[in-house]
């Protein structure tokens, strides 16, 4: 069984709406393009290392759409060999509509989104889910994920589409590696999926009673 990892941009609210330009969502979002002033070259570097062993790319429409718009068109320079990457491997769409599936390699879902993402881990050793937020939303409720890598933004935005909207349900995760933070001030967490859900507890001292001095 293969490994299924999201990648994530979010500011400190948790926007993960159009970080890449303005025309990514522009209807009722004023903020497309919010990552592009705050990026660097240790954050861009971090992103990259993200994609090292991918053999798959698992896509939301919108984001598919933007993707299959730039990727086949960008030959050299220092884009280069991940434009290579993205167009070698199987792209994989999740859709309801019926997207243009013209770039090489691509291959729209069935209507079973969560059995569908099961067969597609089995096929391969490591499928990247880049944004598709909607998308997103149903690995998340389905716990059809191994490795969450979440990068925080010094910003805030106060409105947009938020990274775990109406998707998380009760999940414990695991801190894979030490918190890393660029010149610019974007944190990468990189999260594991944990066995079991959140447990509760009293923060209260064990050995504090009732009428204690301290």
């Known amino acids: 069984m293969g490994l299924i990892h999201i990648g994530l941009f979010a500011t400190l609210d948790l926007v993960g709406q159009a970080p890449g330009g303005p025309d990514e969502d522009p209807v009722g979002f004023p903020f497309g393009g919010w990552q592009a002033p705050l990026l660097d070259d240790v954050a861009g570097a971090q992103v990259g290392a993200a994609y090292e062993g991918m053999d798959a790319?698992?896509?939301?429409?919108?984001?598919?759409?933007?993707?299959?718009?730039?990727?086949?068109?960008?030959?050299?320079?220092?884009?280069?060999?991940?434009?290579?990457?993205?167009?070698?491997?199987?792209?994989?769409?999740?859709?309801?509509?019926?997207?243009?599936?013209?770039?090489?390699?691509?291959?729209?879902?069935?209507?079973?989104?969560?059995?569908?993402?099961?067969?597609?881990?089995?096929?391969?050793?490591?499928?990247?889910?880049?944004?598709?937020?909607?998308?997103?939303?149903?690995?998340?409720?389905?716990?059809?994920?191994?490795?969450?890598?979440?990068?925080?933004?010094?910003?805030?935005?106060?409105?947009?589409?938020?990274?775990?909207?109406?998707?998380?349900?009760?999940?414990?995760?695991?801190?894979?590696?030490?918190p890393a933070a660029s010149p610019n001030g974007i944190v990468h967490l990189r999260y594991g999926l944990a066995d079991g859900t959140p447990a509760t507890g009293d923060m209260a001292a064990p050995d504090r009673g009732a009428g204690s001095d301290d």
């Open 57 to 178: 790319l698992l896509l939301g429409r919108r984001t598919y759409d933007i993707f299959a718009a730039y990727w086949p068109h960008q030959k050299g320079g220092e884009d280069g060999d991940i434009a290579t990457l993205f167009n070698s491997v199987p792209k994989y769409v999740a859709s309801r509509g019926r997207p243009d599936l013209s770039w090489a390699g691509s291959t729209q879902l069935g209507p079973d989104l969560a059995d569908a993402v099961r067969e597609i881990r089995d096929r391969h050793e490591h499928v990247v889910v880049v944004g598709s937020l909607n998308l997103v939303q149903t690995l998340l409720r389905e716990k059809l994920f191994d490795r969450l890598d979440l990068w925080l933004h010094p910003i805030m935005l106060g409105v947009g589409k938020k990274v775990f909207d109406d998707g998380a349900v009760p999940t414990n995760l695991t801190l894979l590696e030490p």
